[in-house]
């Protein structure tokens, strides 16, 4: 069931949920057909994998951005002396 007070994400999610039932079921048998059309090109199955897709495709860009953002940040030259915060504090020599 679907509502209007479902975000976007949680409609997206259920579409997933879906589609990936709907491959469960219209899985390819032993012969190559589908085990409920019996049919060998599924039309079910590939709108299924369509749907599946096309709501992983909207997530993509996103991620990419935030992987270019961080190597962008990781790239800034900093003042020396200072130090990123993925990286470790240096200790003195004599602290060993």
Do not use: Y
Not at 40 to 65: H, L
């Amino acid at each position: 069931m679907t509502g209007p007070f479902l975000s976007l994400a949680q409609i997206r999610n259920r579409l997933i949920l879906t589609a990936r039932a709907v491959l469960r079921d219209h899985r390819a048998g032993p012969d190559g057909r589908c085990r409920v059309c019996r049919v060998p090109a599924c039309r079910v199955a590939t709108a299924a994998r369509n749907v599946i897709d096309a709501a992983s495709a909207t997530c993509r860009p996103a991620e990419g951005r935030a992987a270019e953002q961080t190597r962008a940040h990781d790239a800034t030259p900093r003042p020396a002396g200072t130090a990123s915060a993925t990286e470790p504090p240096l200790r003195a020599a004599d602290e060993w």
